[in-house]
């Protein structure tokens, strides 16, 4: 299609008012030198922990490794059980199985988060940990998560690549639980331009083994405490982040708004997300759920707006869980969704002609059409 007039992302736009301001940090760079670990990644963590209420970050490369390094960290491995959820980009559950743990899903709520009713069921004398998604920048419940984790002795580790700025009780996420995981990729809120990731934590031993995990398990330039990967955050990625840094909140809401502006519009005729007084969502992804999805996309399409699916085969129905031995029908919540979820465009620059098409588009797809 060539006559797109909302495109479901636009990385260019953004990147664009900001050119300028970027490229002189890229500058800056290439003069000093320092292209591994150097300052900027430091004061990146600085003050991307600031932003997040905790005592440290943890620049790494990229969100999966993030996830990665924290389970790894924590010892977690071989014969040891991890509870996240079948409905969030793979690297939820990869990440689990990468380490040589089982990776156990338990179904979602009406929020597309964990259903905490259903966690203790999961729970078996391998399980080790936790790792709760706050999908679509929607925190989850964390107050019952973390209760049912004291009770049976279990780490949380949150998957916040999707949540950068959300608040739960406003407190942001990545400090609920004993690690929170971020990526920087260019579709997240906060973004480098390539790949990038960051880990936060208030555990000082935590952050301190992460350091080394991150490099190779050196302690020094020549000693080495354990193996370990090179997974390091770039300076020139860092200093990117700097400059978004700025702007992040703004962005975030402006996204806001925009998921206002559909909620007003489209409830009517789509189902919207909600958000309770005490959550603030950061909408990475603005999901509705709808009847006669498919023709809805398609007549959005021809109108010239792209829409997306996140995801349309959940985690445990991929080939590569074929040996987790699940099946459709195991968890009828994440089944039912995944049938009639939708993502609209919602990033922040979306111009109000674009949103008030889609907005419209969507009106006029189900008042003019009789099923
Ligand atoms: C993007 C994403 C990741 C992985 O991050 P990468 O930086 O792409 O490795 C993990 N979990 C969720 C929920 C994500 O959306």
Known sequence: MNNIKVPYINLISQNSIIKKKLLESVGKVISHGGYILGPEVKSFEKEFSDYCGTKYAIGVDNGTSALILVLKALSIGHGDEVITVPNSFLASASCIALI?????????????NINPNLIEKAITSKTKAIIPVHL?????EMNAILN?????????????????????????????GIAGCFSLHPLKNLNAIGDGGVIVTNDTQLYEK??????????NRDECEFWSINSRLDTIQAAMLLVKMKYLDKWIKKRRGNAEFYKKRISKYVK?????????????????????REEL???LLDKGIETKIHYPIPIH??????????KIGDFPQCDNQVKKILSLP?????????????????KSFYEQKTF
């Open 100 to 112: 040589g743990a089982k990776p156990v899903f338990v179904d979602i709520q009406d929020d597309y």
């Open 136 to 140: 679509t920048g929607h925190p989850a």
């Open 148 to 176: 049912i984790a004291k009770k049976h002795n279990l780490h949380v580790i949150e998957d916040c690549a999707q949540a950068v700025g959300a608040a739960y009780y406003e407190k942001r996420v990545g400090g609920f």
């Open 210 to 219: 992460l350091l080394k995990a991150r490099n190779h398990g050196l302690i």
């Open 272 to 292: 919207v997300p909600k958000d309770k007084d005490y959550e603030f969502s950061v909408y990475h992804t603005f999901v509705v759920q709808a009847e006669n």
């Open 297 to 299: 996309m398609k007549y």
């Open 317 to 326: 129905l991929q080939q590569a869980s074929n040996n987790l031995g699940y």
């Open 346 to 362: 919602v990033y922040p620059e979306l111009t109000i002609e674009q949103i008030e098409l889609v907005a419209d588009s969507i």
